[in-house]
């Protein structure tokens, strides 16, 4: 095994430990993280930083936990820049933040126990401002049209016009058409709080925090081809890994993607991929 390779085994093996402002918690592929010139797939219980970019593919989502113990989500097809990251402590710790929903739908989610701790979060979204302090709000900047909804608590927004006011009734949403004028806030039925929901709800096999299981998507035969389906995989948005197995004197690379957390959900997943870049017999381990 070249020292390359030895390395790429090595790091991509590491944990990640440390105090976080904001924390990967479940992913359904395809994602990619943007971190200054660099893009690579998001893995799971990876730490975020000012600045971080995430970015989902068709039919994908993103759970981020933030330090208040909040939860971000993000649907298919979106982008979102985390910026302010910060924690300060003075009568309580408090937690900043700046969500730059760039396109796409999001939900942010303040856990009951979490409603007791302070912050002061922002979200941007489709040319408005919402100011958040403890709630429920699900939003999205659409191709025609932008969409804040507060599901629960109360939040302060400056419209696409300048307009600042506050939302402070539950089931109630604010529409942006795009290029016309903003429409007054509106009740929202539960079928279409139902619908939008599904946007951002993780409902297909998605690796997480604690996920014991693994993705054995094929077997490479050298180095060389197998570093070969490890970036083709990468590219289009796959946290996969490779765990070299002695054979017959020598080795194989087998590609994987782990944390999957169980074996329901691995099994599930090898059936969607089988036959993709390679995966022809995927199969499922520990």
């Given at each position: 095994?070249?020292?390359?390779?030895?390395?790429?085994?090595?790091?991509?093996?590491?944990?990640?430990?440390?105090?976080?402002?904001?924390?990967?918690?479940?992913?359904?592929?395809?994602?990619?993280?943007?971190?200054?010139?660099?893009?690579?797939?998001?893995?799971?219980?990876?730490?975020?930083?000012?600045?971080?970019?995430?970015?989902?593919?068709?039919?994908?989502?993103?759970?981020?936990?933030?330090?208040?113990?909040?939860?971000?989500?993000?649907?298919?097809?979106?982008?979102?820049?985390?910026?302010?990251?910060?924690?300060?402590?003075?009568?309580?710790?408090?937690?900043?933040?700046?969500?730059?929903?760039?396109?796409?739908?999001?939900?942010?989610?303040?856990?009951?126990?979490?409603?007791?701790?302070?912050?002061?979060?922002?979200?941007?979204?489709?040319?408005?401002?919402?100011?958040?302090?403890?709630?429920?709000?699900?939003?999205?900047?659409?191709?025609?049209?932008?969409?804040?909804?507060?599901?629960?608590?109360?939040?302060?927004?400056?419209?696409?016009?300048?307009?600042?006011?506050?939302?402070?009734?539950?089931?109630?949403?604010?529409?942006?058409?795009?290029?016309?004028?903003?429409?007054?806030?509106?009740?929202?039925?539960?079928?279409?709080?139902?619908?939008?929901?599904?946007?951002?709800?993780?409902?297909?096999?998605?690796?997480?925090?604690?996920?014991?299981?693994?993705?054995?998507?094929?077997?490479?035969?050298?180095?060389?081809?197998?570093?070969?389906a490890y970036d083709q995989w990468r590219d289009v948005g796959y946290d996969v890994q490779l765990k070299?197995?002695?054979?017959?004197?020598?080795?194989?690379?087998?590609?994987?993607?782990?944390?999957?957390?169980?074996?329901?959900?691995?099994?599930?997943?090898?059936?969607?991929?089988?036959?993709?870049?390679?995966?022809?017999?995927?199969?499922?381990?520990?």
């Amino acid at each position: 095994m070249n020292k390359k390779l030895g390395l790429l085994l090595m790091l991509l093996a590491m944990p990640a430990h440390a105090e976080m402002d904001a924390q990967v918690q479940a992913v359904q592929m395809p994602a990619w993280l943007q971190r200054g010139d660099t893009t690579r797939p998001l893995r799971v219980g990876l730490s975020l930083q000012n600045g971080d970019r995430l970015i989902t593919g068709t039919n994908a989502r993103i759970y981020v936990r933030t330090a208040d113990g909040s939860t971000v989500k993000l649907g298919e097809k979106a982008s979102l820049t985390l910026e302010g990251l910060a924690q300060s402590k003075q009568e309580e710790t408090l937690f900043r933040a700046v969500l730059n929903v760039a396109k796409g739908a999001f939900r942010f989610t303040t856990a009951s126990i979490a409603k007791l701790k302070g912050r002061d979060v922002t979200v941007k979204v489709a040319g408005a401002t919402v100011g958040i302090r403890g709630t429920d709000v699900w939003g999205k900047d659409g191709d025609e049209m932008g969409v804040v909804c507060l599901i629960e608590g109360k939040i302060s927004v400056v419209g696409a016009d300048d307009n600042e006011f506050v939302m402070d009734q539950p089931l109630s949403f604010y529409k942006m058409p795009k290029g016309t004028a903003p429409l007054p806030v509106g009740p929202v039925d539960a079928e279409q709080l139902g619908k939008w929901a599904t946007e951002t709800d993780i409902a297909q096999p998605a690796t997480q925090v604690g996920g014991k299981w693994k993705v054995d998507l094929l077997t490479a035969p050298d180095q060389a081809s197998a570093l070969a389906a490890y970036d083709q995989w990468r590219d289009v948005g796959y946290d996969v890994q490779l765990k070299p197995v002695a054979q017959d004197g020598g080795w194989v690379y087998v590609l994987q993607i782990g944390q999957w957390p169980s074996h329901a959900q691995a099994e599930q997943f090898a059936t969607q991929i089988k036959g993709n870049l390679g995966a022809e017999n995927p199969g499922v381990s520990r």
